[in-house]
């Protein structure tokens, strides 16, 4: 098992900052763009919850499948999944990653290894023990990820998946991030006081972790050590990686903007003092691994990237109306 406390070497620790910089960049355009009102589908966007994403999939080996929830654009990134097939999608076009029939919360990129994604609180989590099990039974080193929010922890689905997973000692990482919130109702008004996840995840002699969420490099080691179990056969893990989404449950605003008050713009900007892509920059800089100069250049050829995926996105034609029953059954 590696060492979490080992540093990283600087080549790694500079990919995911990129990593985490594309995603990230990514969702903030994709955001800004969203307000024309040309992409007509429901978004929910991951700002501010990147380390995450980022940290499991950088962990990945190309066999290995995740999947996801509503707020999935990290995740799709993070695993590789096309850019414009994401933003393709999201504009109802025929290069979406679902043919433009989907929208922002069924992304799928089977080469890359995202397999599904939907927005039916809990609905992959199964899908994902079942991938697990397939990996079992043909003898195969993979890793099937499921990563939800905190709010799956109050569904039938989440144990269920955990009692069959630890049984049957399946290949299979579950990682909740853990936002605070499900929509706009927080952890008080939903658990009882004193709720630890990771305490009830044990009493089904799973291995489980609490993680800080915005620290990619501390999310990175801690799924080497455990996606190293899972393929050693020694069954599931849990990690509980505690986040924060910047953004409205689902829009690409701000919660202050609209006056909501569920929760204040100073616990907002609290949080966006851990931003983890700020944290991940501080530490490039003071390691010697990069300086400001570089953090620019790297920014603006990721901005590049992006627009150009764009223009290249809302060039792609809409579905002929004559396929609009195919693969449906």
Sequence with gaps: MKNQNAPSPPEDCIRRYKKLLYTRRAEEILAELYKQQEMRTPTHFGIGQEAVAVGVCDALESGDVIYSHHRCHTHYLAKGGSLLGLVAELYGRVDGCSRGRG??????????????????????????????????????????????????????????SLNFAAIHRVP????????????????????P???????????????????????????????QEALAQCRSGAGPAFFECVTYRWREHVGPNFDYELKRTYRTREEIERW??????????????????????????WRSEIDSQIHETVAAAKCSPWPEPETLLDNVF
């Design 172 to 191: 299979v990482l579950f990682v909740c991030e853990n936002n605070g919130y499900s929509t706009e109702s927080p952890h008080r008004a939903r658990q």
């Design 272 to 297: 966006m003092e851990q931003c983890p892509i700020q944290r991940s920059a501080k530490a490039l800089i003071a390691s010697g691994a990069a300086n400001q100069a570089d953090l620019e250049g």
């Design 193 to 223: 006081e004193g709720t630890d996840f990771c305490d009830r995840v044990r009493a089904f002699k799973i291995p489980a972790s609490r993680l800080d969420g915005n620290d990619v490099g501390s999310v990175h080691a801690a799924a």
């Design 103 to 160: 929208g922002s919360v069924h992304l799928s990129d089977l080469q890359a290894g995202v397999i599904a994604t939907a927005a039916i609180l809990g609905e992959t989590i199964a899908v994902a023990v079942g991938s697990a099990l397939a990996f079992q039974m043909d003898q195969k080193k993979k890793v099937a990820v499921c990563f939800f929010g905190d709010a799956v922890m109050e569904e039938g689905i989440i144990y269920e």
